[in-house]
């Protein structure tokens, strides 16, 4: 694994557990695009697990700290595991909410994922390098896990091109959602449209 050296003056974000870390933080490095990396102090000691992005100014979007840890296929189904958990109190009635954001990026371990709920379907957003590289096992553990009918992608334009990527939407994985597709919050009833909505459909 290619390991990524902060400057010394640098290492506060670090210290602090914050899990972005600054193009300006860092020594000179070759790594890929989206590729994962361990961070280390200046001092050479491991600290944390990374995706890396030249592209972009937060060239390392930190998603574990534990820097021996093992990204595997188990390691990202965890993840989304836990994230799915934290925002099942949300979803207890179903007929007064029925659709939520299940996975809010960095806040859960998942730099660059966002996926929204909408009753049966999902709309997903896959934001960096690191996570787009990781696309079509996380669409596989998604559908596992959530068992929707539809997972659709809203990838945004403008954070995608800072990462070096292209737009990308369409459908992942199983069926496209209906145009004239309602779901239910706090009681009350939204038509949501992925085709033409923001962000990932209702925003």
Not at 18 to 30: E, L
Not at 39 to 53: D, E
Not at 104 to 131: C, H, I, K, N
Request: charged share 30%; glycine share 8%.
């Amino acid at each position: 694994m290619t390991k990524i050296y902060l400057k010394e003056s640098r290492e506060k974000s670090l210290k602090n557990k914050h899990p972005w870390i600054f193009k300006s933080a860092i020594k000179p490095a070759k790594a890929q695009n989206g590729e994962i990396v361990q961070v280390c102090t200046g001092a050479g000691k491991s600290a944390a697990l990374a995706f890396y992005s030249g592209s972009s100014q937060i060239c390392l979007r930190i998603f574990s700290w534990d820097p021996m840890g093992e990204p595997d296929r188990d390691f990202w189904r965890e993840k989304i595991r836990r994230a799915v958990s934290l925002r099942s109190p949300l979803r207890t009635n179903p007929d007064v909410t029925d659709s939520c954001r299940l996975i809010f990026g960095e806040a859960d371990g998942l730099p660059g994922l966002v996926a929204d709920l909408y009753r049966d379907y999902l709309s997903v957003q896959f934001l960096t390098a690191g996570m787009d590289r990781l696309k079509d096992e996380i669409v596989t553990l998604l559908a596992e896990e959530i068992k929707p009918r539809g997972i659709i992608e809203k990838s945004d334009e403008d954070m995608r091109k800072r990462e070096g990527l292209a737009p990308a939407e369409g459908l992942l994985w199983g069926e496209e959602m209906p145009r004239d597709y309602a779901i239910r919050e706090n009681g009350l009833n939204y038509g949501v449209d992925l085709a033409t909505g923001q962000k990932t459909g209702f925003y």
